[in-house]
């Protein structure tokens, strides 16, 4: 004790220090060893989270796309749609009526020899 009465120094204990027993070390190597199989299944379920999220996206662009093409075969239940798609693309014309075609500006004109 020091010269004081009742106080108590307070020193560090120095001694060897603790070394890895064998059970700590067949604990730690278990504890890795856990780790390292839990890495695949996480990852594993990330990546299927990811491809969820991706097939979702793409669900929801094949919707999209249904119902438009919804709206076009609607369209095509109407007689002057019909009607309007039979003139434009395939120059059909009603009985009676005269088709007139614009030749294209650079082709040769079939009066040009008159």
Avoid: F, W, Y
Wanted: with cysteine; proline share 6%; net charge neutral.
């Amino acid at each position: 004790m020091s010269g004081r009465a009742g106080s108590i120094d307070a020193k560090p204990v120095e001694g060897p220090r603790p070394k890895l027993t064998g059970r700590a070390a067949v604990l730690v190597v278990a504890i890795v060893v856990l780790a390292l199989l839990a890495v695949s299944p996480v990852r594993a379920s990330i990546d299927q989270r990811e491809r969820i999220a991706e097939l979702e996206r793409q669900a929801q662009i094949l919707e999209d796309t249904n119902a438009k093409l919804r709206v076009d075969i609607a369209k095509l239940h109407d007689p002057a749609e019909l009607e309007r798609l039979a003139r434009e693309c395939l120059g059909l014309v009603k009985a009676g009526e005269i088709a007139l075609v614009a030749a294209p500006a650079g082709a040769p004109s079939a009066l040009s020899g008159c």
